[in-house]
């Protein structure tokens, strides 16, 4: 069998056992798992991905009051019907609550007991004169006999937020009456809307039922739709970024070898090298993370540039290409043993971008090596007949790239603060749809989960208890400034040790039966049988303690549901804070209290990726050693070592120091890119600098690597023009990188070529 066909036939049998691993490929997307096990915090991951994280806000705005509580009620049972979602709110109407359900019978163990004394039934019996003369009759006669003092409407109206929504007709409207306020929850069964569609489904469902004549608009905002608008950005950017880097490399390429067969095949060691390595990442770890799947694609960059080495040498004997392998391999070698120092870190995300980065690059190398040549056979590049000059004299070369290194360093070294760690600044999000969210968060009272308070416990009850502990602390921090509001399920639900309390607390039959004389004495209430309210205090003396099950179906589950978490027997007590100015006292608050933890989600965030961006820095320092090794021993010399790797690190140092000077800091993702332009200038540093005596091989060389930084540059450039920041940085660093690279070895080496 001819070695074509075994290499070719390997090669299929490899990409197709590489597509078979990535049929079930799970791709994370949680910060906790960049980390690993070791680092990753459970009950973090658990906080960010429990229901909260699937809430609609919605907002309906324009026209006339009543139209807007129209459109509201209408928009809310379109809702109800459509089973994408679920728990769809758009408000409460106290007047209507069951008076036979969970919430009825437990009203008097939900709050203190303190309401049924003399001076208080008496003060309650009071209101509900004052109710009845103004000629508000809100309370049908049969809830007062059973209630006289609403103790489940004030509990309720306890659990608005102070700075919530006004009700009007059992609606929420914002308290400047400009929007009418609905809530929903992504079912599971809505979970593919995430992928963009959810606007446009909730555009259709509002215009669908919106009065026609009324001059409305929707504001839909909550995580669920600022990801949908962001995976629809992302997808859009990709798809027009993709479009025009495949135009300009389809005529760069042209231009280039003028071959349809070449400017096919120089597609095949990058796209191959992506498969492979997604796949060895996903059978060694058992899923793949999409910061490490998009920065290894990067880190991948350099494989563009190995089919086109080849390219430039193609003449009819193959004596020029022959030459190409030796400075080829040791560019590979040099680069892997850099990337591989990534692999050996403790961090998940780093091992798993190491792994990905050294799999892909030996496929597409092995590729270019193996089947490349025979691929290509029969055709052949002519070699440029001109090209641009050699570089300046030695000295003056020597001198402009020390001045250049001394000014950027400098720079680097004088910031004062070269790191951004801040997960802001990578928001893909819109920015209006940020301050839409925001907008609605107020109006609804609804906290945005950055500061939280966590319990985690065995049971329910232990979890409730230690928030109800959480709470009184909390209480005194507001009392102290330190932070506006907060939340907390043992408000919508108390422990049944709480609840047990109170009961013990309810007065006796006869003792109410005088507070309840003496209080309606004189009124017009003193003749009205209020048995019913007597009989039900007495049972509540009897019930067992309140579960979470038995809240299910009532107007408190979605609430709960979004600060009570089980899984796997564990429970997570969520306590969200609001308007936190001392996020220190509150950290020392709980210091000494272990089941309850203070967690700053954004700081948390920005920590997981200062320690990326530190083991990432720390590898660069072993990687950076091992490729100085290597080049010592394919070079054999010192001399030889020091002017390949000047051009790099001089471009590495101005790289950075034109983003540090075009951003406020320097992230991970700009060290990331960095390493892409390290292994990329390594390749231009040594493919400038192998001897040739040959003109016509300096021609070809020189052809490969202007293809090169063209295609590289065309490619992350159009990266770099993208509205996306992570993006931007990626591109913006890679361009500018692979430019000064290539400038900066043509400098160093560029006189002795021509």
């Not at 606007?199 to 990801?227: K, W």
Request: net charge neutral; charged share 15%; hydrophobic share 50%.
């Amino acid at each position: 069998m001819p070695a074509l066909t075994v290499r070719l036939a390997l090669f299929v049998l490899l990409l197709a056992l590489s597509g078979l691993a990535l049929r079930d490929l799970h791709i994370s997307t949680e910060l906790n798992a960049l980390l690993g096990a070791e680092y990753a915090d459970p009950a973090l991951r658990r906080a960010s991905e429990g229901p909260g994280s699937r809430v609609l806000l919605l907002g309906i705005g324009g026209g006339e009051r009543d139209q807007r509580l129209q459109a509201s009620r209408a928009l809310a049972e379109a809702l109800h019907a459509d089973p994408r979602f679920t728990e769809v709110r758009n408000g409460l109407d106290l007047a209507t609550l069951p008076m036979d359900g969970p919430l009825q019978r437990y009203r008097y163990l939900l709050r203190p007991p303190g309401e049924l004394s003399a001076e208080a039934l008496n003060e309650a019996l009071g209101q509900r004169l004052l109710e009845l003369s103004a000629g508000l009759e809100l309370y049908p006669p049969e809830r007062l006999r059973e209630d006289p003092s609403l103790a489940l409407v004030g509990f309720l109206e306890d659990l608005r937020p102070a700075q919530g929504p006004h009700t009007v007709r059992g609606q929420w409207l914002s308290r400047d009456g400009k929007l009418a306020l609905l809530t929903a929850r992504l079912a599971p069964a809505g979970e593919p809307l995430l992928a963009g569609e959810l606007d446009t489904v909730l555009r259709e469902h509002f215009h669908a039922s919106r009065p026609r004549t009324a001059a409305l608009h929707l504001i839909s905002a909550g995580a669920p739709v600022i990801g949908a608008r962001s995976a629809s950005l992302i997808r859009a950017e990709v798809q027009s970024l993709s479009l025009w880097a495949t135009a300009g490399l389809i005529l760069l390429l042209a231009l280039a070898y003028r071959s349809p067969r070449l400017m096919l095949l120089s597609t095949l060691p990058l796209a191959s090298g992506i498969l492979v390595a997604a796949a060895t990442v996903s059978l060694l770890f058992g899923q793949i993370h999409g910061i490490t799947l998009a920065f290894g694609i990067t880190l991948l960059g350099v494989a563009l540039d190995y089919p086109l080495h080849l390219f430039s040498h193609l003449d009819a004997g193959r004596r020029h290409t022959a030459g190409i392998w030796p400075t080829l391999g040791l560019s590979l070698l040099t680069t892997v043993l850099g990337y591989s120092a990534l692999a050996l870190t403790d961090f998940a995300g780093l091992a798993q971008l190491g792994v990905f980065a050294v799999a892909g690059l030996l496929t597409a190398a092995a590729l270019t090596r193996f089947l490349l040549p025979a691929l290509s056979a029969g055709l052949t590049v002519a070699p440029p007949r001109r090209l641009p000059g050699g570089g300046p004299a030695p000295a003056l070369a020597g001198a402009l790239l020390g001045t250049v290194a001394l000014l950027a360093g400098l720079w680097l070294w004088l910031h004062p603060t070269p790191w951004n760690d801040d997960l802001g600044a990578l928001n893909p999000a819109p920015p209006e749809s940020v301050r839409e969210d925001q907008r609605l968060r107020e109006a609804l009272g609804v906290p945005e989960l950055s500061h939280l308070l966590i319990a985690e416990a065995d049971s329910a009850e232990a979890a409730l208890q230690a928030a109800e502990r959480g709470a009184d602390t909390l209480e005194a921090l507001r009392d102290e400034g330190a932070l506006g509001d907060y939340e907390s399920p043992s408000r919508y639900l108390p422990s049944a040790r709480t609840q047990r309390r109170r009961q013990q607390a309810l007065p006796g039959m006869d003792t109410l039966r005088q507070s309840l004389a003496t209080a309606s004495a004189g009124t017009p209430f003193e003749a009205m049988d209020f048995t019913p309210f007597l009989e039900q205090v007495a049972a509540s003396r009897q019930l067992p303690p309140l579960q979470v099950a038995q809240l299910q179906g009532t107007p408190l589950a979605a609430r709960l549901d979004n600060l009570l978490l089980e899984e796997h027997g564990r429970w997570l007590a969520l306590l969200p804070l609001q308007g936190v100015t001392a996020p220190a006292a509150i950290h020392r608050a709980f210091a000494a209290t272990p089941e309850l933890r203070y967690l700053n989600l954004r700081a948390q965030g920005s920590t997981v990726l200062a320690q990326l961006r530190e083991a990432t820095w720390g590898r660069l320092g072993l990687g950076g050693a091992t490729i100085l090794l290597c080049l010592l021993i394919g070079l054999r010399g010192v001399r030889a070592v020091a002017e390949t790797a000047a051009p790099v690190a001089v471009a590495l140092l101005a790289t950075a120091a034109l983003m540090l000077a075009s951003a406020p800091g320097l992230t991970l993702f700009h060290l990331v890119s960095l390493l892409v332009v390290a292994g990329i200038g390594l390749d231009y540093a040594l493919f400038f600098r192998r001897p040739e005596a040959d003109p016509e091989q300096q021609r070809r060389t020189l052809h490969g690597l202007l293809t090169c930084v063209a295609s590289s540059t065309l490619a992350f450039g159009l990266l770099g023009t993208t509205e996306i920041p992570v993006l931007q940085f990626i591109g913006r660093t890679v361009a500018v990188g692979v430019v000064l690279s290539f400038l900066f070895a043509w400098l160093l080496h560029g006189r002795r070529r021509l």
